[in-house]
């Protein structure tokens, strides 16, 4: 959009002011009012129009750093920002075939080592379940598991735990401490609220084999997720750090 010249803009206004009701008044300015009072028009300030000019070409000159970034084709720092962007997608759990075909439209499969492009591709069209998804499932097979567990515990250890929380429910003896596999669990949570995918993952491995079993799926695509994360996160530092060493 153009902007109006102080000529221009004095014109406008003095058509304004020839036009509208006078404060007060039900009535236009007649001619020979107009020609004992006579209207002062002010053109606007020169500051306003410096700043005008000022602000227009600032936005030309950063118009045309971008014009000949693009043109330059900086490739390791597009790629770089495609990379960002993919990991923005990956968290939000839905898929990047998109998102993957610009990275390799960047030469990505040059500039990238092929363990990483592999990871990220295998996963591109169906994508993977967000950190939200992924607490939300555990959640709902978490039960199984403790049930699990509890049945696999001695009639004896049960009747003495039972004994020993009645006792401490009346302050005679101390309160029963939750067993290995509510403990196990509780830290699972613990991480995952974190976003601590990795940890959740080293925690699985210290229960039983037939406890895990259930989690089998969900271990799958946990797995899944921090092998695209870790794969996005070197891969980036990787081109960064080479940027680096080229400047």
Known sequence: MRCLGGGAAATLLLAGLLVVPLHGQGQSLSPGAAGTRPVEVRPPPASLDLRVRRLEESLSAIDERLRAAGAAGMPID???????????????????????????????????PPLYLEVLGSHASRGLPSARELTERFEALAPAIASRASSEVAFLERSLNMIRSTLAGIGLAAPVEPGQVETVLASIREHLRRGELPGALAEVTTLAEEQQALLAGWLAQVRARVAVEQSLQEAILGLLSGRARQG
């Open 78 to 112: 597009r790629l770089a920002l495609a990379l960002l962007h993919l990991e923005t997608v990956v968290g939000n759990g839905r898929p990047w075939s998109r998102e993957w075909q610009l990275i390799l439209a960047l030469d990505g499969a040059a500039l990238v």
